[in-house]
């Protein structure tokens, strides 16, 4: 069993940056691919972005590509989301997630284990 810490979020301008981080509480993450959910008010949870546990596979939903990027570091402790060209639209809770499977998927219930969630608000 893990427990995810995450960190980061705020408040941006539409067309700023942000980052988000997810770290275990103890040990590593390397036993997980890892993914971002994100869920915004009366919406659904939805899916963001996801990696594989060697790292040398990403995934990410059309409403993100080519704006963020998921990373994870050599010693996978700590898994990234950097938000860039942010828009009111991205303004949600977001979630990092983990899943005990070399390979990411990129619905939720495929994922053991949750993050508490971090906000991110858009808004100029």
């Known amino acids: 069993q893990v427990h995810l810490i995450e960190s980061g979020g705020g408040l941006a301008q539409p067309g700023g940056s942000l980052r988000d981080s997810c770290a275990a509480s103890?040990?590593?993450?390397?036993?997980?691919?890892m993914a971002w959910f994100r869920q915004a008010p009366g919406k659904e949870r939805e899916f963001v972005a996801a990696?594989?546990?060697?790292?040398?596979?990403?995934y990410y939903s059309d409403s993100v590509k080519g704006r963020f990027t998921i990373s994870r570091d050599n010693a996978k402790t700590t898994v990234y989301l950097q938000l860039s060209s942010l828009k009111p639209e991205d303004t949600a809770v977001y979630y990092c997630?983990?899943?005990?499977?070399?390979?990411?998927?990129?619905?939720?219930?495929?994922?053991?284990?949750w993050g508490q969630g971090t906000q991110v608000t858009v808004s100029s």
């Open positions: 997630a983990a899943r005990a499977n070399f390979w990411a998927v990129v619905v939720a219930s495929g994922y053991d284990y």
């Open positions: 103890e040990g590593t993450l390397s036993r997980y691919s």
């Open positions: 990696i594989v546990r060697s790292g040398e596979r990403t």
